[in-house]
């Protein structure tokens, strides 16, 4: 008398899985190993919540200090109108002059404000005369023309632009957006004068 035998292979009898046209076979698992801890090498360290530096950004110099070089390191400081990459006038360290998708006439408007403002102080690069509100939209457009046609980094626009700011009144004038930033930030979130003003720099950032 023949021995017993299960016909085919024992993965189609015994616990076969079927996965879509064909079958696969369960393999056996290893046996369990003994368990190993891994103990690290150095401990990790925590900072005390007394060090976080809770309260207003704005009137923790050393933060806002750091914030501002930061943001000079990153954008970079050109004290005279130049084209974004979205080709949006700018001038200082990032400050728009311009609006996405508004006209000539919009952007020109805005030019205007910033030159009887008082923040800063347009001349012309030149003769260091001071330039008059309409000579400093007449550069507005040049610029404006400018990176339309010929799109470059913020250095390219130097040679076109034909008045400047002081670099220290181009500091002043991010400094003031940064600072409206933050308080809007507060104004709309005020929990946030609880968080650390490391978590406020990365907002505005």
Known sequence: MADFRLPGPLCRILGALDIDVGTMCRAASPPPGPV?????????????????????????????????????????????????????????????????????????????????????????RDTDRLATADEVVEDWQRIKDRGRTHPGGARSFERTARLHITEEAARQLSQSKVRGNIARIYDRRPFARRLDTYIIMAFVD
């Open 36 to 124: 190993v801890t891994s103990t690290p090498s150095q401990p990790v360290a925590t900072v005390p919540l007394t060090q976080a530096r809770l309260g207003d950004l704005e009137t923790d110099v050393e933060r806002m200090n750091e914030l501002m070089a930061h943001l000079d390191e990153r954008e970079g400081l050109y004290p005279y109108f130049y084209c974004d990459h979205n080709g949006l006038v700018a001038i200082g360290i990032g400050h728009l002059v311009d609006q996405r998708g508004a006209s000539d006439a919009s952007g020109q408007a805005i030019a205007r404000r910033l030159a009887v403002g008082g923040e800063v102080v347009f001349r012309h």
